[in-house]
């Protein structure tokens, strides 16, 4: 329970620091473990060796980032009880189980076959090996579906009731399929692996833009573009209908995400349009700058021409979230959804038009180089996701059942400034180390030189000359 | 909340031994890690320290996964011990936490970096395995004095009290106590992973020595110190059941000189092995000492459980997945027995 407004909104940006900086290293570990298991599977299917090498490349590159997963999600763990204590104890009934599921069934497993994963070649058969692959990728989808399961409870919470200060699970059943889970599960899969498939398009593009090994590189950047141009209208078609699930569940959540401030006009019409952008006014009440599309709000949201949507002003004053945030956040991850199915469009075009092949690939210097940039896109897709999905939220840490502010630890201001302060540094350290690794290795390229590996060899792991392979045995398991 | 059933409160105890298995094993296993880390401040030679973390690069990480366990299993069995102890301990937990991600980055950064930035990191990995053991260790004291928690109506009692509270010349000695315990375990597993003719081992056995009595003192006082600050102790050890505490006490001296007389002889694996089962006697007895409180005068493990403990969940984690995961982390550590030397590795 806080008092201060400020030491509530710095008790939120306390977590929202941690958890922001944590969620930018498991979609990549959930979607490029399913990319590896595949890459891996051509490979012992059709024995070409370019998919081992391309196999053992963006491997290196996923064991890196894992290691941040790993630096960064202890830290998550620990934080609901020591930030969120009072909520900690009130949904711990629930939420703690589900997260304890997680931590027993996701990543206990996925400790188990990374190990294999990692120093498993060479040692063990070849079907072996991608037998741990595949558990890599089913253990960390796990873990994705765990913590969306218990999130999407706390935005739709169903199957308990509020008793003695805690959540009384009563029907688990309904707790666990909650409304909000439907769309937003699959939306953080697929999320999660368009922004792995992003990553390779990305990765690849800029060694066929530096011309190096291009047949290899050509056959990456090819195969996750045009996966692409299925995975891109999916998430656009997921996020449709998540926004349905908020719409009807949440109605203070969509009211703010769309800026929508008034659910009739002044003189008493429903009101349906859809505010492209604004800025609210001084007072909170109203979007002082806006461009307006008459009906396209009760179209995206009733899917009928005049549908009723709640407006801000039919929800207590004391209920209503902020709004700027959400609203700018949704549009720029709306946008970028946009974007990729553009560019997944235009790698269609391309190679229709025969333009993909080895030989000319790399003369699509456009292409490649917006190909480069959507690496970077996905991140703040990510980010903005949950900005506008958490802040819309607010002000309650479980949807119309306990406020955030019920749900802080008793912090003092200068205890919350500590912990923001101190980890604005260490998170920032991993994230560094993260990105100067994903550079040295990109830049070093591909291992064409040792011998691929049939199966268990005789000898030990012969001693890795390169630092990033010291690297890569140390970092997880 | 209290008013379980009979069988919850079985199912409840039951994982609270689950519970103390993972710290336990944490404690065991991460604590060697981390005392290898305090000792490395001390070494002189650049490649040394690097073949330190080399010498635990594949296991640290599993390690590591039983404490996370151990966060899991707390929250979904007793969220109400874990949401206000957790919020008492914040700051020496924060710091902990930095030192266990400066520790990750450290041992990843290390073999990249220039010769000017090694010394840094090495500086850095020193120094936060050595802050992850004294916070580690002050977090375990400041519980044992417990905490005070609210009174409303309708709420489940929470923390109150400040961020300071955890501050006590007993909890200041806790975290001495394990910095000079890990340290032990620190060199011994030192000697054990490293050639008989390393220097670094030399050095290593010279310090065992030393830290080995060091150790000895610091376990008496801090028995003493808590008979003499705690009446539950006082009361349990000197009470009618005093002689299984003398066995006890006595299993833990007998472990202690095995592992010196196992250490004189130069058998190094068997000295940490025997370390471990003084160590794991003695975190055993703590966790009996205290029950049936989790959080002395605060919390016990029956008040501080989630009201819907289920036999189901038990079985399914216990029967399929506990057990896998000690026996892959079992394997690994077997993969990675052989002996190394400081050339050896570092390349
Ligand atoms: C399982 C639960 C859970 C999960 C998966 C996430 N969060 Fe969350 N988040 C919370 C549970 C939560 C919370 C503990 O419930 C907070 C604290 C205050 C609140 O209302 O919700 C919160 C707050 C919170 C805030 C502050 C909201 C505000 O100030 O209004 C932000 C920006 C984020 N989170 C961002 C994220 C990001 C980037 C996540 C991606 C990993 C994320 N959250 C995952
Ligand atoms: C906010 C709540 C969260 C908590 C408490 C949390 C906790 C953790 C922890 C402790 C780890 C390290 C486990 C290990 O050592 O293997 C981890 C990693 C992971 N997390 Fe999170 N996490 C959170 C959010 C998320 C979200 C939103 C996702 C999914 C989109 C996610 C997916 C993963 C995955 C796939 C891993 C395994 C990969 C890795 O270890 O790097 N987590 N998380
Ligand atoms: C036109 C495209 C998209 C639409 C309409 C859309 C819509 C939505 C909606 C309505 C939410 C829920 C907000 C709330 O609960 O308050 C959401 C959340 C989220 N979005 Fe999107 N989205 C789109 C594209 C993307 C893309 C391309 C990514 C990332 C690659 C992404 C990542 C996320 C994430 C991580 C979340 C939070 C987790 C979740 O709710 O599953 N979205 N999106």
Redesign the pocket.
Known sequence: MQNSALSLLLSRLDFAWITSMHIIYPPLTAGLSILLFIAEWRWVRTDDEQWYRLTRFFEKLFIINFGAGVATGITMEMAFGILYGPFSQAAGPFFGQVLAYETISAFMYEAGFIGLMVFGWGKLGKKMHLFATANVAVASTLSVWWI?VANSWM?TPRGVVFKNGFFHVVNWGAALINP?VTF??P??EV?AI??SLCFVTAVSAWQLLKKRHVPMFQRALKWSVLTLVVIAPL??YL??G??GT?AHD?AS?LAA?EGHYHTYNPNGSVDTSWEVVGWPNAKGDDMALAIAIPHVLSLLETHTWNGKVTGLDDIPPQDRPPVLI?FYA?RI??G???V?MLLAFWGLFLAVRGKMAVQNIIDNKWFLRAAVVCGVL?YI??WT??W??EI??QPWVVYGMMTTAQGTSRMSVAQEIFWLVGYIGFEILVWGGTWYFFAKVVRHGPDMESPTVDGPMPALDPPEPHAVLAFVKRTKT | MDGLTQIQSIITFAWWMVFSLSVVLYVVLDGADLGAGVFSLFVRNADERGAIMSAMAGTWDANETWLIVAGGVLFAIFPFVYGSAFSYLMVPMAFALWGMITRAVALEFRHLAEPRWQRFSDLAFGFSSLAVAFFGGMALGAVMQGFPLTHEPSTVPTYVGGALRFISPFSIWTGIASVVTVTLGGVLFVRARFQQREPIRWQAVKWCNVVFYLALAVAIITIVFSATIFPWAAHKWLGPNFWIWAIVLLAMIVAALKMRIAANRDRDLEALIWFTVALAIMSISFMATIYPWMVPGTWTIYSGASPPVTLFEFTFSMGAFFPVMIIYNAYQIWVFRERISAMGVHH
């Open positions: 969306l935005q909000d937003a599960v939306h953080m999320a368009e922004l998430q656009v996020g449709d998540l926004g908020v949440q959540a995400l959400p949704f991850m709306a970028i959804g946009t990729f996905p897709a990510v996701g949950w506008t999905r819309s939220r």
